[in-house]
């Protein structure tokens, strides 16, 4: 059966106090909508839509940013649910099978659900998501008949009784997909508010003879967010629910409540991760590796065997080999760290290449970036790059070479060869007392002034 998406990120939520458009707002170090979007694609649709409003071209490069092949609708000016659903019509009047209407702001709802509201569809034309809620203040209100749902109420107008009930809308729809479409476009225009209720569309089906049904989920699942307090409390349950996963799964955290996951992070069974260590989106760690304190990753590879930190920094392209070390206040940055290299302490390197067993000392630099281009490193296997060397970049340190603690290397280095590359040192005698006198005296003229 093929499935289209359809993802509702037009808001502004000025409830955030923010120019960013709520669906961009960041959660476990990505987009809320990424997250709704990743549990779409779990699905595996035939199309994606997003309809977009405020902030459009932002939030359409962010969904492209997902998915290249995602298509966006533009909601403009928004008119409610019905109405976004309605401006999809263009790009989806070829469709077949079912739609799924999520929200770019609930990023909780898990492809399991989406399944068995697909499923539901055997039963059901027209099938709502619900919940039980702990507070159903706020919340439009399920009211049903066995399996049925026979409408949703908004709490504005429920009555008292209809205010108890605890069954409630999430606003995630599954329908055939030509027919939400028609639904959507035919609701009427709410006068109070101006706007198109999508929940609006039960009345028009059951007219028709269709039925509408419903499932439900967790209520966890339908968090939605529209406050910064919202978007603090759903990084908390993801952070909660990920340690507890990767703990399931074999990994040693030895301070989980200090470990922060982003949406995509995969790491090992029996990897050791130290307390305050973030991770950011696309890091992968192997089995049997050990990133200990205080580092942060982004956008990196760590192998099986290798170690990293404490006071570690791997930025975007870091490749780390099994059984490389890199050590304290240490900054890798698109760079392959083949077998056994070691990295101590004290050292950044960018855009390189370092060669299996290779030792860098403490200080060492890749000058990469000339304030205009960036250029390449090359450090052969068992070389040996001595404490506070500058490799001027472009530059290539062949196998089993060596350079000199201090050198500002600038010219390739051939294999095998020790390069020096430092001022001769002069000594003068007595000097440094006769200065210090010369100095120590201005400073006393200056205070007695």
């Known amino acids: 059966m093929q499935v289209s998406l359809i993802v509702l990120a037009a808001g502004l939520g000025s409830r955030m106090n923010s120019d960013l458009p709520k669906v961009l707002h960041n959660l476990a170090a990505v987009p809320l909508l990424h997250h709704a979007l990743a549990a779409g694609q779990a699905l595996s649709p035939a199309r994606t839509v997003v309809v977009t409003g405020y902030g459009a071209e932002q939030v359409a490069k962010a969904a492209h940013d997902f998915d290249p092949d995602i298509v966006t609708a533009l909601q403009d000016p928004p008119q409610g649910t019905a109405h976004a659903v309605a401006v999809t019509e263009p790009l989806l009047s070829d469709a077949t099978g079912a739609a799924l209407v999520l929200y770019g702001d609930t990023p909780f709802v898990r492809p399991e659900t989406l399944e068995a509201m697909l499923a539901a569809r055997s039963h059901h ?124 799964e074999g990994v040693t955290l030895i301070s989980p ?24 989106p696309g890091v992968t760690v192997e089995t049997g590796a050990e ?48 077998e056994g290299v070691k990295v101590g302490h004290l050292t950044y390197l960018g855009d390189a290449h370092v060669g299996e067993f290779t030792n860098i000392g403490a200080g060492t630099v890749t000058c990469n970036y000339d304030g205009v281009m960036k250029h390449r490193t090359t450090i052969g296997k068992n070389a040996f790059i001595g404490s506070d060397t500058m490799l001027v970049a472009p530059v290539t340190v062949g196998d089993n070479a060596l350079t000199a603690s201090g050198s500002v290397i600038t010219e390739d280095v051939p294999e095998g060869a020790l390069a020096l590359a430092r001022a001769k040192q002069v000594n003068k005698p007595g000097l440094a007392v006769r200065l210090m006198d010369k100095l120590r005296a201005i400073k006393a003229a200056k205070k007695g002034s």
Do not use: W
Request: proline letters at 3%; charged letters at 25%.
């Open 125 to 248: 034309d027209i099938v709502f998501l619900g919940f039980e809620a702990a507070d159903p203040k706020g919340y439009g209100r399920f009211i049903v008949e066995g399996t049925d749902l026979r409408a949703i109420v908004e709490e504005k107008q429920a009555t008292d009784a209809q205010r108890q009930i605890r069954l409630c809308n999430s606003g995630v729809i599954a329908a055939e997909v030509q027919t939400l479409l028609r639904l959507a476009k035919s609701v009427p225009l709410r006068e109070n508010v101006s706007e198109y209720y999508v929940t609006d569309i039960i009345d028009l089906a059951r007219s028709e003879g269709l039925t509408v049904g419903y499932v439900t989920c967790p209520e966890a699942e339908t968090l939605g967010i529209n406050t910064r307090a919202q978007l603090a409390a759903a990084e908390a349950a993801f952070q909660t629910r990920k340690r507890a996963e990767m703990m399931e």
């Open 257 to 280: 409540e200090t470990t922060f996951f982003a949406r995509d992070t995969y790491i090992g069974r029996d990897a050791v991760v130290g307390p305050a260590v973030i991770f950011g």
């Open 291 to 338: 990133i200990k304190g205080f580092c942060h990753l982004e956008g990196c590879h760590i192998s099986r065997g290798a170690t990293v930190g404490p006071f570690a920094r791997l930025r975007p392209g870091a490749e780390l080999a099994e059984d490389v070390h890199v050590g304290n206040f240490v900054e890798i940055k698109n760079a392959v760290l083949d």
